[in-house]
């Protein structure tokens, strides 16, 4: 029981397989940013960008592509953007994490 305690409330898994891909923000200007996390509702970016609350930004991955966000709220260490929920955002989402996965250590 106490093995299954320590795995349900471990994180550490996850960042043996899940590097942070470098993209570029779009806002004003290009700028280079961390992909941290991603799903098919938004994404958290560690950058030094700060675009306004509610700035329209495109975000471009190296093998998942474009998508168009909303910056959703600002953090010390970067940004969290919301995509508008649809296959484009799945597709996004999932090509970005299996490229982070498939990726050699």
Do not use: K, Y
């Not at 306004?52 to 168009?68: K, N």
């Amino acid at each position: 029981m106490g093995a299954r305690r320590r795995f349900i409330g471990s994180t550490a898994m996850a960042s043996r397989w899940r590097r942070r891909s470098m993209c570029v923000l779009i806002a004003d200007l290009p700028s280079p940013a961390a992909l941290r996390d991603v799903s098919a509702a938004g994404a958290f970016l560690e950058t030094c960008a700060r675009p306004p609350l509610g700035a329209g930004i495109e975000l471009h991955h190296p093998e998942a592509g474009a998508i168009r966000g909303v910056v959703s709220s600002l953090a010390n260490d970067g940004i969290a953007i919301g995509f508008e929920r649809g296959e484009a955002s799945v597709a996004f989402a999932m090509a970005a994490i299996a490229s982070d996965m498939s990726r050699p250590a």
